[in-house]
Each structure stands twice: as C-alpha cells, then as structure tokens.
C-alpha cells in the first residue's frame, strides 16, 4: 500500500476517530444514542453537550496530534535519527515550564495568550539549544544524551515552580495540567492553540524538499544547492509554534511524535516530504484514539491522556532503540 492508498486509509482513521471523540463517554459507547434521545426533549441542553464539551475537545485532538506528528517526523528528518520527536528533545518540556511560568505569576489569567506564547517559546529555547548541543551529524548517543539534559533541566526548574508554589491548589492545579488531558477545553483554547499549529505545520511542510536532500548528509545537500539553513530555520521555529501551543493548552503529551512516523515509514518510505503530512494525519488519529480510550477505560477519575500515550509510546519507543541497535 503506497501513496494515494495510505492518506485514504489516515484520512477514514480520522474520520473514525473524530466520531468516537463526539460519542465516547466514561460510562461506554451509546452517547449519540442518549444524545439523540436528549435532543427531542431537549435540543439546547443537547446542542451546548455537542458544540461546547465534545467538537472542541475533537478538533483539538486533530490539532495537537497533528502538530505533534509532523513535528516529530520533521526532527526525525533535520536530525537524521528516528529517536528524535519533540519529548525525547525536550521541546515538549521546554514548552511546559514557560507555559508554567505564565500559570505561576498569574500572566495566563490577565493576558489569554501568554500561555501559548510562553509554550511556544520554551520549545523554540528547547529546540535550538538540542541543535546546538547535538551539532553536525550527531550520533544517537549525543542526542539522546543532550535531549535528557535539556527535558532534566526544564523539569527541575518545573519542580522548582512547584515547590515555591504560592499555595497547594495552585500546586495541584499545574500538576494535573502538566499530565496532559483535553477535558474541559473550550472553543476559546481551540481558537488559541488553532492558529500557531497551522502556522507551525505549514513552515515544517514547507521545509520538506530540505529535509530530502538532508537525508544523503549536510555536504551532499549542499552540493544539491539545498538552502540548510532555511531548512533548520523552518524545522525549529515551525516545531517551536506548533508544539508550543499544544503544549499550552493540553500539557504534556508525549509519543504521539516518535509513533506516527514510525509507524508510517514502511508504508511511505524515508523521505520526509512524503513522510510529513502523513505524520499530521497519523498524529491526529493516534490522539483520538487515545482520548477515546482514556474516557472508555477511566473506572473513576477521567485518565489524563499524556499517561495513555506513555504507557504505550514508552515500550513502542524502547523496541525502536533496540531495532535501531540492530539495525547499527
């Protein structure tokens, strides 16, 4: 299955999850069933369920996921290595401690868009001091090695902003975000977060003809007349708006950007132009999933979706160092 055949099926994925996000709830499956018979008694009760708890609680799983797929791939592609996604380099933890920092001295509540805007300049840091530290041609070592200083610092100075928390429900308030959920999100998080992602996701396509020349090495794209640093310029900026803002507005979400590209790879292939969009739709199929899961699966309190993703993206993440052990 090439091509056409893969963005058929990632497209009917999404549609498919999309349709569990609007009827999936903690106590089963028949919610359209309930909502259909709420809607004859009660059409306005019915329409706030629909239009204000559950479609932007989907688009922004479409969102997010998307973001954090083709942000992953994009890493993947600028630092030739399969390990790389936005957890692993620590944009995602980057993103969180500003994103934190605009809870912590109150900025998010005075001015609605210091939270994506710190989110997206704490993975833009994060982003660049990885390429810095990783230089040319790092090996997987180097860039595991730096990826877990810069998420080791980020998260210490997190655990900083908690500890100096000025109360306990302050405290409990940036611990429960920071386990990453889409409940309670509103049209106003989605018009928030909406804007950078596409922004974002629109340089990191843009950068795609670099990222193939990337992939025979910094010297033969060179040779090829490849703009690179135009291509590392839109990769990091693009990664720092779209993963930015998911982060703001859902917390931590991790492995959605290591899973989708691998999983698509041996369908599409290693070129990251081909690989790119497809991430998006595999990102966003992957999260609504796992959003209908946590909401199935919760026996009392609604699971955080970030603890669903890790619990499977950790051992999906510990097969491909071993894969790539192998493969080395």
Known sequence: MRGAGVYLVLGLAVLVGAALSLTVTRSGLPLMHDLWDLWDTDPESAGLILWQLRVPRMLLAILIGGALGI???????????????????GASAGAAFCAILAFYFG?????PLALPLAGIAGALIAVTLLYVAAGRGAPTLTLILAGVAISAIAGALSSLAL???????????IVFWSLGSLTDRSMTHVLLAAPFIVVGAAMILTAGRG?????????????????????????VVGTGLAVGASVSVSGVIGFIGLVAPHLLRPFLGHRPAALLPASFLGGAALLLFADAIARYLSPGPELKIGVVTALVGAPFFLWAVFASRRDA
């Open 71 to 89: 942000s992953g791939a994009a890493l993947q592609g600028l630092l030739r290595n399969p390990l790389a996604e936005p957890g692993i380099t």
């Open 211 to 235: 990222l193939d020349a990337l992939t025979l090495g910094e010297e033969a794209a060179e040779a090829m007349g490849a703009h690179l640093t135009r291509t590392r310029f839109l990769v």
């Open 163 to 173: 500890n100096l928390a000025p109360s306990p429900y302050a405290a409990i308030e």
């Open 107 to 111: 900025f998010a509540d005075d001015f």
